[in-house]
Nanobody, 114 residues
Framework: QVQLVESGGGLVEPGGSLRLSCAAS????????MGWYRQGPGKQRELVAR???????NYADSVKGRFTISRDNAKNMMYLQMNSLKPEDTAVYYC????????WGQGTQVTVSS
């Protein structure tokens, strides 16, 4: 079955950087769009960034210019490079894909605090 596993979260100071990874299995990774979502404390889950099977990207306005989504189809991996992190980026970050069903990873906590 489809499995998505996130890693790379942690505690970082404002202005710092983190790189999240998502390992996918049980699917033909290269033919599907992938996305990163996040859910902050007391907030709804929201789309952060999305990448098509061909590498076309789009971002939430709040992260444009700071975050970069990428994928490595040979490794069945997706990444989110997060720079210039702000306290409001604090959230659980989830890997997502949708084809027959909607699939989520277990999430990885990102905390931005001094």
């Amino acid at each position: 079955q489809v499995q998505l596993v996130e890693s790379g979260g942690g505690l970082v100071e404002p202005g710092g950087s983190l790189r999240l990874s998502c390992a996918a299995s049980g699917m033909i990774f290269s033919i599907y769009a992938m996305g990163w979502y996040r859910q902050g404390p007391g907030k709804q889950r929201e789309l952060v960034a999305r990448i098509s099977s061909r590498g076309i990207t789009n971002y939430a306005d709040s992260v444009k210019g700071r975050f970069t989504i990428s994928r490595d189809n040979a490794k069945n991996m997706m990444y989110l490079q997060m720079n210039s992190l702000k306290p409001e980026d604090t959230a659980v970050y989830y890997c997502n894909t949708q084809f027959e069903n909607t699939y989520w990873g277990q999430g990885t906590q990102v905390t931005v605090s001094s």
